[in-house]
């Protein structure tokens, strides 16, 4: 079975850090490219964050670019989003995503998620 | 950035009913667009991608269309589990890739 866990999320103040993990497992981990999408409570879907399969390339969205850093580990099948200099508005449920369809390229339709975790940035 | 913008923001349908959803684009995605459906307390579900395919399990009853900037989502006949959230995603021009605000598909 496809299976992507999230873990990590976690209270913390603004300006702190934080690192989200994805456990995945259920198919051949290096041949897909890895997504991280976010929703804040309430809200719709926001994209955060994108790393090629082979770890190679990555992308961020503006409001997260110098302050996330997406990366993998293809040896552990993990995926990771280390967090800084966190804002009251990084606060949502974070969702690790697999690319679909192709292997070994971009896609950017995402057809298995996690079930998220929750990341609260407060004082 | 490509702004997709999706109607209505609510829908409210009795089960049976044909619902028809749509997403305009702020410039084109030529057939790269998805569409996903959130249930409460659920992560997505892709139900459509390249504009017209149906994801893998998907029930027939869900097909798109479009181009351009212009797509339509629609479900045939309305079933009780069908009532959720919907959006709209495009992966053609990016970074980044874009979601619609999401429309609600509620019972009447």
């Known amino acids: 079975e496809v299976q992507l866990v999230e873990s990590g999320g976690a209270l913390v103040q603004p300006g702190g850090s934080l690192r989200l993990s994805c456990a995945v497992a259920g198919f051949k981990f290096d041949d897909y490219s890895l997504h991280w999408v976010r929703q804040a409570p309430g809200k719709g879907l926001e994209w955060v964050s994108l790393?090629?399969?082979?770890?190679?390339?990555?992308y961020y969205a503006d409001s997260v670019e110098g302050r996330f850093t997406i990366s993998r580990d293809n040896s552990k099948n993990y995926l990771y989003l280390q967090m800084n200099s966190l804002r009251i508005e990084d606060t949502a449920l974070y969702f690790c995503a697999k690319d679909c369809c192709e292997t070994s390229m971009v896609n950017n339709y995402l057809d298995v998620w996690g079930k998220g975790t929750t990341v609260t940035v407060s004082s | 950035e490509v702004v997709l913008t999706q109607s209505p923001a609510t829908l409210s349908l009795s089960p049976g009913e044909r619902a028809t959803l749509s997403c305009r684009a702020s410039q084109s995605v030529s057939s790269y667009l998805a569409w996903y459906q959130q249930k409460p307390g659920q992560a997505p579900r892709l139900l459509i991608y390249?504009?017209?395919n149906r994801a893998t399990g998907i029930p027939a009853r869900f097909s798109g269309s479009g181009s351009g900037t212009e797509f339509t989502l629609t479900i045939s006949s309305l079933e009780p589990e069908d009532f959720a959230v919907y959006y709209c995603?495009?992966?053609?021009?990016?970074?980044?890739?874009?979601f619609g605000q999401g429309t609600r598909l509620e019972i009447k």
């Open positions: 390249d504009a017209s």
């Open positions: 995603q495009q992966g053609s021009n990016w970074p980044p890739v874009t």
């Open positions: 790393i090629t399969w082979n770890g190679g390339n990555t």
